[in-house]
């Protein structure tokens, strides 16, 4: 089965502790996104990669990282600069350019503590 | 930059036809797409319009008017699973660009 999976499901983490989340695709996808999700709200872009060894920062980079050293992953990384880093963290994927679908992974709820 | 507006909130009863609109300022526009998001749970893709007009898929249908900026979407013979957070989105600037959403409308199906 194509798809995205996003590990772990739930993650709690003490403050100031970065954090790494996993997000990987088996969809051929060139296209990969973070974005965050706060109770009642909309999804906010945190990064995209359109290719291998390249990202951009989306509305909301800061206190976050990435990297996308393959086609199938791209993981995001929580750091201690986060201010409020509890929240539904969401990947998406999309194929290319000509298509508007994005496939959503599971998310991962963290709660720093 | 943009904005979408959705209402943050509808209710409905179970059987009847619902519509939730969405108003967009762009600075381009390439098409309005609307996701479905279940309490927990990721979006998924449930229509795309890039011209005027009514798309029907099943008892969801959803519908664009470039000139006003506006979409709606449309679910009849609403059911219980329904209940759900409908987003309205669009890629700005158009191109190869992520989405951008709205905020989201909570529709609530009552029996």
């Known amino acids: 089965d194509g798809g995205i999976t996003q590990s772990p499901k739930y993650l709690f983490r003490k403050e100031g502790q970065n954090v790494t989340l996993s997000c990987e695709q088996n969809l051929n996808h060139d296209a990969m996104y973070w974005y965050r999700q706060d109770p009642g709200q909309g999804l906010r872009l945190i990064y995209y990669s359109q290719i291998v060894n390249d990202f951009q920062k989306g509305d909301i980079a800061e206190g976050y990282s990435v990297s996308r050293e393959k086609k199938e992953s791209f993981p995001l990384t929580v750091t201690s600069a986060q201010k409020n880093p509890t929240a539904f963290y969401l990947c998406?994927?999309?194929?290319?350019?000509?298509?508007?679908?994005?496939?959503f992974g599971p998310g991962t709820r963290l709660t720093v503590l | 930059g943009q904005s979408l507006e959705q209402p943050s909130e509808v209710t409905a009863v179970e059987g009847a036809i619902v519509q939730i609109n969405c108003t967009y300022q762009t600075s381009g526009f390439y098409g309005l797409s609307w996701y479905q998001q279940h309490d927990g749970g990721a979006p998924t893709f449930l229509s795309y319009?890039?011209?005027?007009g009514l798309e029907e898929t099943g008892r969801f249908s959803s519908f664009l008017s470039r000139s006003d900026s506006y979409g709606y979407l449309l679910l009849q013979e609403l059911q219980m699973k329904d209940s759900a957070s409908y987003f309205c989105a669009v890629r700005d600037p158009p191109g190869n660009t992520p989405l951008v959403f709205g905020k989201g409308t909570r529709l609530s199906v009552i029996a």
């Open positions: 319009n890039a011209l005027d």
């Open positions: 998406a994927s999309r194929r290319g350019l000509d298509v508007d679908t994005q496939y």
